[in-house]
């Protein structure tokens, strides 16, 4: 799995062999009081020397802007700035840190023409220089966002350094870092000479730490060390005597940065990852946070919600929570049961409810699978009380002869039902339905049912939403039981044989733990024809479990 690295210094280089230099404008919007679009120009125009500035939003605590909302958005000095007494050349240099952690490039538009920048930090405030020509006469300067929607930047420390037009005559410095166990990306900001880029002399690093390898592709290297990176610790990286392709040669840059994750932000179950969110919940609104955890101890998926935001609801005895997987980054084929751990992601209130969105790719295989997760048995009465259900977001609860308010006929997709429990109908609680075979387009029972689902939160209404048709106790068929197989020889020594005693459970998955719940073989069924080589495993007790997808049972036998 990639381990993204956290930049925490930014780059140190110097603005030099700009002739002719003239500061133009030098803005880090200290002492800002405004905090609102209408505002923010007039609040600008006291601390820049130029004026008009436009865009989305300025944090007055901290001095500095978010900037865009849209490809079109962003902040825009006007009006332009005069640069004609340098024939329109400049250097724009800023720091940045990206918003999102899938929106990690931006523009700069001079004069109508973008200028691409990549390679930005999601954690840290990368430094970034932009050597550049426009009007001569005046240039409007403009920070947009990427992409159409989400890419938001925080901006900080605008300075525009007016030069003489001309050849370039300042050697690369360098933009980012990123890690990855063996491999030390190194980005520049412009076009490499391949000979200096791919010397390995020119990179050094602390911690006994050996650059093997050197391979240039554009203004990107990728650096081959030995010995592979730990987590957690810091190191720092100093290159020196790498030219541009103009033959520029650098200053020596030393960037420190952290590999994956710091221990302080390593959490080992989901109640220390929640106490990490430390502000009081709001239905009103959404807060995001910036910073990157790994949760490293074992959780169980308990539901999985495809139909919005690709949801996956994870519990441990300490607590539950669920990932927000709206861009897709878990690639595990992950279902209700799986056993997972070590995922990257940051917090977010979204109105209400403490989600973790997941900040890199998951594709790791399930610990173990068919894990099982007793519900938490509650009543309406205590499901109506906010502070309870906060206290159990996420979990998976379960109401006992709960009656489903039939606002329709039959069970519609999508569609929300108030409940009832002892003659009390909920308030503001919903069961809630998406895509479940054997409950979307059959009828809603009259008599009272069983409900189970994980506990959802969402613009200050509260949701149960049940998972399998199982969940919705209404008298539709049962599921095989133990009683139901018939598992020979037991004691087995080579090859053990399961038979079923009713054809109306149809086994997909076989899966064999060892005493202490390690999966240790596992295999697919057709036609519930299940029979397996033992020979392979060590004398001992063993469980064994058969599921159709959704549902399971599970027996035990002996290998002799």
């Known amino acids: 799995m990639k381990r993204a690295s956290l930049l925490i210094f930014s780059v140190l280089f110097a603005l030099c062999g700009l002739n002719a230099q003239t500061v133009v404008l030098n803005e880090d919007f200290s002492g800002i009081t405004d905090s609102n679009t209408v505002s923010i120009a007039n609040s600008l125009d006291q601390y820049t020397q130029t004026s008009g500035w436009t865009g989305d939003w300025v944090y007055p605590s901290s001095g500095k802007v978010r900037v865009g909302k849209s490809a079109e958005g962003g902040f825009i000095m006007t009006p332009p700035l005069d640069l004609s007494g340098n024939n329109g050349g400049f250097a724009v240099t800023f720091d940045i840190k990206a918003w999102n952690n899938d929106q990690t ?41 990427y992409q159409a929607s989400k890419a938001r930047f925080f901006l900080d420390n605008v300075v ?5 037009a001309g050849p370039d005559t300042v050697g690369p410095f360098v933009a980012n870092v990123t890690a990855d166990g063996n491999n030390v990306t190194v980005t520049f900001n412009e076009a490499l000479d391949q000979a200096s880029a791919e010397t390995v002399s020119n990179y050094s690093m602390n911690n006994n730490i050996s650059v093997t390898a050197a391979s240039l592709n554009g203004s990107v290297v990728t650096l081959t060390v030995s010995p592979a990176l730990t987590e957690g610790n810091t190191y720092a990286l100093t290159v020196s005597n790498v030219a541009d392709v103009s033959g520029n040669v650098m200053s020596p840059n030393t960037m420190a940065f952290t590999y994956g994750v710091p221990p302080e932000f390593q959490v080992a179950n989901i109640a220390a990852l929640r106490a990490k969110w430390t502000e009081p919940l709001d239905i009103n609104g959404t807060h995001f946070g910036n910073d990157i955890y790994k949760l490293t101890g074992h959780v169980i998926v ?15 005895a300490t607590g539950a929570i669920v990932i927000d997987d709206q861009n897709n980054l878990v690639l595990s084929a992950l279902e209700s049961g799986d056993e997972i751990t070590n995922i990257y992601g940051k917090l977010s209130d979204y109105y209400g409810l403490l989600q973790f969105a997941v900040a890199e790719e998951y594709n790791d295989p399930a610990l173990s699978i068919y894990n099982d997760v007793t519900p938490l048995t509650v009543t309406l009465a205590e499901l109506q009380d906010v502070n309870y259900m906060n206290a159990h977001q996420c979990e998976l609860l379960r109401m006992e002869d709960v009656i489903v308010n039939p606002t329709t006929p039959a069970f519609e997709n999508g569609k929300k039902y108030t409940l009832r429990q002892n003659g009390q109908t909920g308030n503001g609680l919903w069961v809630h339905f998406y895509n479940i075979p054997g409950i979307t387009g059959e009828p809603v029972p009259a008599s009272a049912v069983n409900l189970t689902g994980v506990n959802k939160i969402s613009y200050g209404e509260y949701y149960l939403i049940p998972r399998v048709a199982a969940d919705l106790g209404t008298g539709l068929p049962q599921y095989l039981t133990e009683n139901d197989l018939v598992v020979y020889p037991n004691p087995v020594s080579d090859l053990l044989t399961v038979s079923l005693r009713t054809n109306a459970f149809q086994v997909t998955n076989m899966a064999v733990y060892d005493i202490n719940g390690k999966l240790v073989h596992t295999q697919a069924v057709i036609d519930n024809q299940i029979e397996m080589s033992t020979q392979s495993l060590a004398s001992g007790n063993y469980f064994l479990r058969l599921s159709d997808g959704k549902n399971s049972v599970t027996t035990k036998f002996v290998k002799r």
């Open 105 to 145: 490039r931006m523009y700069v538009e001079v004069d109508g023409i973008d200028h691409l920048v990549e390679g930005l930090s999601t954690t840290q405030f990368t430094t970034v220089n932009l050597e550049l020509t426009g009007g001569t006469t005046s240039t409007t300067i403009k920070f947009k966002s």
């Open 160 to 164: 525009v350094t007016s030069q003489a």
């Open 302 to 316: 308990t539901g999985i919600n495809d139909s919005y935001r690709h949801q996956i609801f994870i519990q441990d």
